[in-house]
């Protein structure tokens, strides 16, 4: 049952009209052209694709299109964070009705513990309600639930974890969950601006958040650390730096947003509470945009 997901797996924005109402059409077209990249599969709905802002509908509506949408040609994984165990649960199991291939677990994402107790019994309890494969999503810097390695290795016996999406930033952690772990999990890095590095010390796969937008590129670059070309993939990193910087801030869902406007794959629109940018900051980022899409490196036509 177990499926080795590998490869860049990006986390796609949900595109909103101005309005605020979901663009699936939109939507659809970006995750397109980031297939057509050469991702070996798509998440939906993460943080990025601003899973907490959209209601329960609209999140089965998207992932219904998606599904539908992309026909089988990567797998198509959604977030889920949803604020109970029981919520979490429900929505698994809809997920697997809807034909998603699996699934990426968050936390409970309005309530942070320090107990290692609770943050076990909300994973396990989730990944028991479907029979789904499930990424689990581990970024104590922003949900405050940490899953040490040794966490990991208890979670073990559970066969439907499949695969992990490290974000603590401590690359310590990937040559640790190696020794703890072995090759139980398929690891997934989840910081951009720490993707090399976490490929040096031996990754599966990356959840790319800036790359969306520049999908050529997060490619090229991901390709180079596969066949350990690392002369090559620092210098395609060096100037992939200021834009995978996007991804570390508060701002990470207005910041990409934009960054994928202005790269002509999608709008800035963004669900409330989040809000656009304006004045000084926005012309901040839009500099690091333009500055990257000035400078972009020249790559080979894929075949």
Known sequence: MKPHWSGVFPAITTQLHKDGSLDLDATAAHADALIRSGITGLIFLGSLGENQSLTADEKRLVMAEMVKFVFGRVPVLSGVAESSVAEACRYARDLEELGADGYMLMPPMIYKSPDPRESLHHFRTVAQSSGLPVMIYNNPLSYGHDLTPELFAELASQKNFVALKESSGNTRRITDLHNTVGDRYAIFTGVDDLALECAILGIDGWVAGSGIAFPAENQYFWEFTRRGEWEQAREVYRWFAPLLHLD?????????????????????????????????????????????????PKMPKRK
């Open 248 to 296: 570390t801030h508060p701002k990470f869902v207005q910041y990409i947003k934009l960054a994928v406007q202005e790269a002509g794959l999608g709008k800035e629109w963004v669900r409330a509470p989040r809000l656009t940018l304006t004045g000084a900051e926005r012309k901040t980022v839009l500099k690091v945009i333009h500055d990257g899409l000035a400078k972009r």
